[in-house]
């Protein structure tokens, strides 16, 4: 079974996380393989998507929007599993489905699920108008993921698709 796993990452951490889907979904025995959004290409070409995006105010950046926008009926046609990666702090915050907004997203793909998972904020990578944001809201710096946690998911992906 080939499954896409499309990515939109601004720093890199979110790519991260989906690297860290694909390889457990390769472990579990599924051709898996990892692409930016922009480069995803027909997800009509795939078994299954899992879809992913880093959160910016609540929202997924846009190239994964447009993803979900312009191939939203090819989507429906399989299965499908968001992620959102965003949450920074201990604990991460903001919290639960509050941290991004998901119901459109769900709606326009037809996902089994949208899983949140915390982010990394590393300051050094930051634009000058991104620290100044990350300055006013006091945004805890570190590396907040959860691996167990987010391979689990993978596992989870695999077994439902009967792996």
């Avoid at 720093?11 to 393989?33: M, N, S, V």
């Avoid at 702090?89 to 509050?98: I, L, M, S």
């Avoid at 998972?117 to 944001?133: M, P």
Wanted: proline share 4%; glycine share 10%.
């Amino acid at each position: 079974m080939r499954v896409l796993v499309a990515v939109a990452s601004r720093h890199g951490a979110t790519r991260e996380i989906a690297e860290a889907i694909g390889r457990t979904l390769r472990e579990r025995g599924l051709d898996a393989q990892v692409r930016d959004v922009e480069e995803a290409g027909d997800p009509a070409e795939w078994d299954a998507v899992v879809l992913g995006s880093a959160v910016y105010a609540g929202h997924w950046l846009g190239p994964a929007q447009k993803l979900t926008e312009d191939q939203g009926e090819a989507l429906r046609e399989r299965p499908v599993w968001l992620f959102s990666s965003g949450p920074i702090g201990d604990p991460p915050r903001p919290e639960g489905e509050a941290a991004v907004a998901s119901a459109a997203l769900v709606e326009a793909t037809g996902a089994r699920e949208h899983r949140i998972f915390a982010g990394r904020l590393d300051k050094s990578l930051l634009s000058f108008g991104e620290r100044a944001i990350v300055l006013a809201f006091r945004a805890a710096e570190g590396d907040f993921r959860d691996w167990a946690a987010i391979e689990a998911w993978a596992g989870e992906v695999a077994d439902a698709l009967g792996v």
